[in-house]
């Protein structure tokens, strides 16, 4: 972003083209939020995530006009209007945008649009060449993408527990929108450090409680490995063949309890195996678990509290997710 720029001064800058004439008509440059700050305000730059990230976005918190046209107010939150503006003056934080914008406008998630993922007010551009010192003149390029502004997020990155803390519905609503996002042909995030690249940030909380999948700036398209309906109660197995909903749904933990196991003192595991709820201590092999060079008394009785913890987790995942699954209309 120029130096020194607010967001006013963005808009006077675009003014000049017809597509910041349109932004300009879009927005309203006199209103306050609830709380009767001024609008618009600075919510979040793309360098509060990394101190290098080439990407500089600014994002700020507007508000729709009254000279906004019908089809754009009509699934707008009707109590306040309010967009998030997303503002890029770099080369890869227009790239960004741009990558984003072609996401929310492909014709096989517009159905999403107000529900999984945030209504797309379009994507704004002005490039116009700018007197510099002397008789020098450079060019700037500015883009801005307008996005519904659906909900507060679950959490801060960092906040390893965000997802964990919500309700079972509300974490099951998520892999569920990640699965169906992904049915539609779109992953969110690039395969490589799916770990790193996943933020609780990106996962807001609607007024109607559902979530709300945002920030698709390194989404892509994507042939799924994992059919139509799909229970992941049932067929976590396939929901594994694709590794970002794998990663969703384990960081969700929407999964039954798959394997007991035993740890040392230290809690390492020392060895672990499928789970069977209708299998006891005696039905295991304690040479294929590694216990052989125990008393077989001390190496049935550790297999028989691993079955009972088990167990326990077990039956608090049906007791979590029982309603949540019985409501899965997949």
């Excluded at 069977?276 to 077989?296: I, K, S």
């Amino acid at each position: 972003m120029p130096l020194g720029w607010r967001f006013e001064d963005i808009i006077e800058f675009m003014h000049d083209v017809a597509s910041g004439r349109e932004l300009r008509t879009m927005l309203d440059t006199t209103s306050r939020t609830e709380s009767g700050e001024q609008l618009p305000f600075h919510l979040h730059s793309s360098k509060g995530d990394c101190q290098w990230d080439p990407t500089n976005i600014m994002i700020y918190v507007h508000r729709l006009s009254a000279g906004a046209t019908t089809e754009m107010l009509r699934c707008a939150d009707t109590s306040t209007n309010e967009v998030v503006c997303k503002v890029a003056s770099t080369e890869l934080g227009r790239k960004s945008l741009v990558n984003e914008a072609r996401i929310y406008e492909d014709p096989r998630v517009l159905h999403l649009q107000g529900k999984e993922i945030p209504m797309f007010y379009g994507l704004f551009e002005a490039r116009t060449p700018v007197q510099r010192c002397g008789d020098s003149t450079d060019t700037t390029h500015i883009m801005c993408l307008v996005l519904e502004k659906c909900g507060s997020t679950i959490g801060a990155d960092d906040d390893k527990d965000a997802l964990l803390v919500q309700t079972p519905e509300f974490r099951l609503a998520t892999a569920r929108a990640y699965w169906t996002l992904h049915q539609c042909g779109i992953r969110k995030e690039s395969p490589y450090e799916l770990s790193k690249l996943f933020r609780p940030s990106n996962i807001l909380i609607r007024e109607d409680g559902s979530p709300c999948i945002i920030d698709f700036a390194r989404a892509s398209k994507h042939i799924c490995p994992c059919g139509v309906n799909i229970h992941p109660a049932e067929k976590w197995y396939i929901v594994k063949g694709c590794d970002e909903l794998g990663f969703i749904c384990d960081y969700a933990r929407i999964w039954p309890p798959r394997f007991a196991y035993i740890t040392n003192n230290d809690g390492d595991i020392v060895c672990q195996w499928h789970y069977l709820r209708d299998q006891a201590a005696e039905d295991y092999d304690l040479e294929e678990l590694g216990l052989e060079d125990l008393e077989p008394n001390v190496a049935l009785e550790m297999v028989q509290a691993a079955l009972e913890k088990c167990e326990a987790r077990w039956v608090k995942w049906e007791t979590d997710f029982a309603y949540a699954f019985a409501t899965w209309q997949a």
